[in-house]
């Protein structure tokens, strides 16, 4: 059962005593973590209580040092210090037990963090016996993404989320409404508006685990050394995956996040977080990436979902368009394949496409696709034998002709709420930068991609240690710009001594 959790204003007391009697005669041994203890003064570890409670069982011994703990991984993430040194750390620096709010005598059994982290994040990863799969061979092109290994998923998802359905079975669903405590602070602070545009994109978080797992049979021993047996992995749940960055596979989670950015504080913030399989595809993660933002923050409202171009798809727009939200999408430029969204072709008002010729083209039957529906048109010269112009020239040199498709009903895709080239278009893309220095942040500052961490459930956890700790230091900005935190204030007693 959760045990005594002490209030944050205990804490903030037992702090200032501590720090400002230790250090009366040594302030520059304060300056040097004023970052993280500015931090964990700030972070109200009392919000953080009724999210935590169905961690624990209502009977049986009580757990201790709860808000504490939590207070550990912060500063350990934001020091980018490795948790099996973290023991020893706490036990020979007063300053850091102190400002996680613990005594010597005090400090939990290393066993205490990775309980913590299994109770919130509930993933069986013991290493299990699978089947080998090697690096796959086939290189994609600059830009490209694994396809969807199924076909028309995206739609099926949209249609059951259309119809009420709540995305609420995961494993990391507590992680995320921890989270949620943390945003709605920013909420309040004024750096994530009620009313905001939000900005999805996937990055590539390799695990610490080896991809070739550890052999269990007789066949090297045998002579047999490319055998297909199964073997043992500690990271069962990592798969291989495609960078389209860097251009090359990688083994471990896809970690898809949606971010904010706040134009007048100039301050980028992520507001949702998730980690998948490694060979999923963004535009599955986007959707129910959406779904479960809008059941985790039912008082917020996304008014612009924006996007690159793994989310161009007719079911992601008639999501977004279902409960409201504006599209900013890049268009998926590989599938030139279909002339459908080409200039040079223009659709009169009854409908009826005109080539550049001039040619009213010909009717050729309906096509009812999974993921979308469409008239379908072809060049006028080749159905009816009409002879070749200037125009013809630049147009398709195939025998077919040149085929176009028109939609049954308004075209969600090529004619957004906000159209297409328009300036509030183009200021509105530029605002997806902010996940991409989301991922950055995440992943470099603070360490999360070089610390060979392995396990879906660490590295979801750490993840989310990453993003509390941008939200604190964009809410320390605030509070300090506000006079509301001075930490010299605080600490003058010390600072002064």
């Known amino acids: 059962m959760l045990g005594h959790w002490r209030p944050h204003a205990d804490y903030q007391q037992f702090v200032l005593d501590q720090l400002c009697f230790k250090f009366r005669f040594d302030p520059g041994s304060l300056l040097e973590y004023r970052d993280i203890i500015s931090k964990l003064w700030i972070f109200n570890t009392d919000l953080l209580y009724e999210a935590m409670l169905p961690c624990y069982s209502p009977l049986g011994r009580p757990a201790i040092f709860q808000p504490e703990i939590f207070r550990v991984f912060i500063a350990m993430v934001h020091l980018r210090i490795p948790m099996r040194n973290w023991v020893s750390k706490l036990e020979n620096n007063f300053v850091l037990r102190t400002i996680c709010g613990l005594r010597r005598s005090e400090i939990p059994p290393i066993g205490a963090f990775y309980d913590f982290v299994s109770r919130i994040v509930r993933i069986d990863e013991r290493p299990k016996l699978k089947s080998f799969k090697r690096k796959p061979r086939k290189k994609l092109k600059q830009g490209e993404k ?10 099926k998802i949209v249609k059951a989320v259309k119809k009420g359905k709540r ?35 996937g990055t590539c978080i390799p695990t610490g685990a080896s991809s070739y797992g550890k052999r269990v049979c007789e066949c090297k ?56 399989e490694g060979r999923r595809h963004d535009s599955i993660s986007a959707v129910v990436a959406l779904a479960e933002f809008r059941n985790l923050h039912p008082e917020l409202t996304m008014d612009t979902f924006i996007s690159d171009s793994a989310s161009d798809n007719n079911a992601t727009y008639e999501l977004l368009d279902f409960w409201g939200i504006d599209a900013v999408i890049a268009l998926n430029k590989t599938n030139s394949g279909n002339f459908w969204y080409k200039s040079e072709v223009k659709v009169n008002d009854n409908g009826v496409p005109i080539c550049a010729a001039g040619y009213k083209m010909v009717y050729s039957g309906k096509c009812v696709e999974v993921h979308r529906s469409r008239y379908k048109w072809r060049c006028a010269r080749v159905v009816k034998g009409a002879e070749r112009c200037a125009a013809c020239d630049g147009c398709s040199p195939k025998e077919y002709g040149r085929v176009f498709y028109t939609p049954f009903d308004n075209d969600l895709r090529l004619h957004p709420n906000i159209p297409r080239h328009s300036a509030e278009y183009k200021l509105k893309m530029n605002e997806r930068t902010a996940a991409e220095r989301i991922n950055n942040t995440i992943l470099n500052t603070y360490g999360v991609e070089d ?47």
């Open 451 to 497: 610390s060979k961490t392995r396990g879906k459930k660490r590295i979801s956890f750490f993840t989310t240690m990453a993003a509390i700790n941008i939200h604190l230091d964009a809410q320390l900005a605030v509070l300090s710009a506000k006079k509301i935190f001075d930490f010299d204030a605080i600490f003058k007693q010390a600072l002064c001594a």
């Open 221 to 276: 021993s045998n002579g047999i050394y490319n055998c297909d047996c199964k073997r043992k992995f500690s990271d069962p749940n990592a798969t291989w995956g495609w960078d389209s960055y860097n251009e090359c596979y990688f083994y471990g989670y896809m970690g898809y996040f949606l971010s904010t950015y706040n134009k007048d504080l100039r301050i980028d913030l992520p507001v949702y977080i998730r980690l998948v």
């Open 167 to 201: 995305l609420n079975h995961r494993p990391e669903l507590i992680l995320q409404k921890i989270f949620a405590v943390v945003v709605r602070e920013s909420v309040k602070l004024g750096l994530v508006g009620e009313t905001f545009s939000a900005s999805g994109d």
């Open 146 to 155: 694994l396809p969807p290994r199924r076909p028309g998923v995206v739609a």
